[in-house]
């Protein structure tokens, strides 16, 4: 068994002991659990990787993405968003139909976009 920093093996056997009364013991349970859990849920709630990574004290996001666990109910919520988003932008992009505006006698045919616009004067030299 590894020995953690400041963790000596008797409070390791202690919360061994709680945990087994309480029906919570694991292999690979310690204090180590701790800090994976408190990195876990502080993402689970909206915590970006930068400040869980902060308040672990990791040098980079790689370690604090060890350290993550990621349910995989959380992943289907992740992606049901993605999806309602892409849909949703889906149906502002589609192109609303522009009733053809019957030309007058004697002018020509102008395109209903056009109809409303500034005149543009070009200067060329």
């Known amino acids: 068994m590894q020995e953690v920093p400041g963790c000596d093996s008797g409070v390791r056997d202690a919360l061994h002991q709680a945990a087994e009364t309480e029906g919570c013991d694991f292999p690979g349970f310690g204090p180590h659990s701790f800090r994976r859990a408190n990195i876990t849920w502080r993402q689970q709630v909206g915590g970006s990787a930068i400040e869980a990574s902060e308040i672990a004290g990791h040098s980079d996001l790689e370690m604090t993405g060890e350290y993550a666990f990621?349910?995989?109910?959380?992943?289907?919520?992740?992606?049901?968003?993605i999806q309602q988003k892409?849909?949703?932008?889906?149906?502002?992009?589609?192109?609303?139909?522009?009733?053809?505006?019957?030309?007058?006698?004697?002018?020509p045919e102008i395109s209903p976009i056009l109809a409303d616009a500034e005149p543009v004067t070009t200067v060329v030299q």
């Open 70 to 81: 990621v349910a995989p109910e959380r992943q289907n919520e992740l992606t049901r968003r």
């Open 86 to 107: 892409l849909a949703k932008a889906a149906k502002k992009k589609e192109p609303q139909p522009i009733a053809p505006v019957p030309p007058q006698s004697g002018t």
